[in-house]
């Protein structure tokens, strides 16, 4: 547990994500009661346990990691940076990779989704069909879910600020580069635009089509359309946006398979 306790006092730090927040009726808490035994749920605990600090901005979803991707066995490990969580039309893939769990998928989330809507009253979050367009692309990745670790681009926000989308961009790339480096991962996918941005790459398009991995701070990435999102790319029924999706989609299976 050593590495989720480094990662709490990463996270600590930016003071992104404050215990209290969470014992309220959020979508954590009711996964963690809904499903005690996954590995998720109980180091999860751990990393709030040690964010002891009040709110002081508008704070963000949680990462969520595989059961073996703190641990020492061998196994290729992914890391996949998203788009921002209130991204227009998308929403975060963060907010539901709960149910990426061993065991959990698609099936288990529309029923939880369905209770989760009935106790907080409202119907905006990442729907059960986006749950199952993410499954679907990462099994066609030959991502192993068990050595996945999953967080959004931009997670810091002004101080004192609750407004959406109001980012310390400075802080969010920080925070972002402490988290890659301690998840250390043989893979970073970069989907969509807002990451690329954030860790200094301007040229979302070039990025994509060119059919390449970059190295960014010493990591292997590879950007890839934001496929639950229209994003630069343009609609997802359009040549565009599967042509680039089929140029990632190549390049990270041959980089994972070798």
């Known amino acids: 547990m050593s590495r989720i306790k480094e990662l709490a006092t990463v996270f600590n730090h930016y003071k992104t994500y404050p215990r209290r927040c969470y014992d309220k009726i959020r979508f954590v808490k009711v996964f963690q009661e809904r499903y005690p035994q996954d590995h998720y749920s109980k180091e999860v605990e751990i990393l709030l346990s040690m964010q002891g600090y009040e709110p002081a901005q508008r704070g963000a979803d949680l990462p969520w990691w595989g059961k073996e991707y703190f641990s020492n066995k061998k196994g290729f490990r992914v890391m996949v940076i998203c788009q921002d969580s209130l ?5 975060s893939v963060v907010f539901a990779a709960q149910f990426f769990s061993s065991g959990i998928g698609y099936s288990q989330y529309k029923d939880f989704y369905k209770e989760y809507l009935n106790l907080v009253g409202v119907n905006k979050y990442f729907s059960p069909n986006k749950v ?5 692309q990462f099994d066609q990745w030959n991502i192993d879910f068990d050595y996945l670790y999953i967080t959004d681009a931009c997670k810091v926000y002004n101080y004192n600020s609750w407004k959406d989308r109001d980012f310390d961009r400075d802080k969010s790339k920080l925070l972002l580069e402490a988290e890659i480096e301690l998840c250390n991962p043989n893979l970073i996918i970069l989907l969509g635009s807002s990451p690329l941005r954030l ?19 010493g990591q292997t990435c590879v950007a890839a359309p934001f496929f639950i999102g229209q994003g630069p790319s343009g609609n997802r029924n359009g040549l565009g946006f599967k042509r680039r999706l089929e140029i990632a989609s190549n390049l990270i299976k041959n980089i994972i398979v070798n």
């Open 87 to 91: 991204t227009e039309d998308a929403g």
């Open 199 to 217: 860790l200094g790459v301007d040229n979302y398009s070039e990025a994509v089509e060119s059919g390449k991995s970059i190295i960014i701070n």
């Open 132 to 136: 199952r367009t993410v499954i679907k």
